[in-house]
């Protein structure tokens, strides 16, 4: 188990913008690597309405177990590393392993045992050092959407403001918020449904 606390700003792409970013960058199709993200709440939305998120993210090496939190304008992510059985149990079953996560859950007063698969949400991302934190290039597609992200984790605020606003100017990419993927998932299911 391991907690940190995450600053970071997001902005939304267009395809175009995210091609370019690319040539950028110098990434190629060989720079990304695919993560699977599978999120949960309860059928009531308990997680969401606490502006939590609860997700095992898949990158065909390991398991990891994660719960983002908001604390004080950051996140505060605890992970947990499962094993394949435990993650199967947790997306087919709703069976929280045991531990912190678990721990963390029933403190909010959210009943563990409740939780379900809400769906799943596939990434190609591609990461590397940029300025004083780390650049991600994200293209994530779930149900029959298509999305692409730039996301900077900042050591400070300051700083990561600054650096990402820069960035932004400079690619002459207009300033997008952003919100989760889980909610970018949520939003669609909805559409689906309705």
């Not at 993650?87 to 721990?103: A, D, K, T």
Request: a negative charge; charged letters at 25%; glycine letters at 4%.
């Amino acid at each position: 188990m391991a907690q940190e606390l995450e600053i970071e700003y997001k902005n939304m792409l267009t395809a175009e913008e995210f091609s370019a970013l690319c040539k950028t960058f110098g990434l190629e199709p060989s720079s990304f690597f695919k993560q699977v993200n599978y999120y949960f709440d309860t059928p009531t939305s308990a997680l969401k309405n606490k502006k939590t998120v609860l997700r095992i993210r898949n990158d065909g090496k390991q398991h990891d177990f994660t719960l983002k939190q908001p604390h004080n304008g950051a996140i505060l992510e605890t992970h947990q590393q499962l094993d394949d059985e435990e993650s199967r149990s947790m997306i087919h079953l709703g069976i929280v392993p045991p531990g912190e996560i678990e721990q963390a859950i029933t403190k909010m007063g959210v009943d563990a045992d409740q939780l379900v698969l809400i769906g799943e949400l596939t990434t190609k991302r591609a990461q590397f050092p940029f300025k004083l934190g780390e650049l991600f290039l994200d293209h994530s597609v779930y149900l029959d959407h298509h999305d692409y992200e730039l996301e900077y984790e900042a050591a400070n605020q300051e700083s990561g403001a600054e650096i990402f606003n820069t960035l932004l100017q400079e690619q002459s990419i207009p300033r997008r918020p952003s919100i989760s993927k889980m909610m970018r998932l949520y939003q669609a299911i909805q559409v689906k449904r309705s």
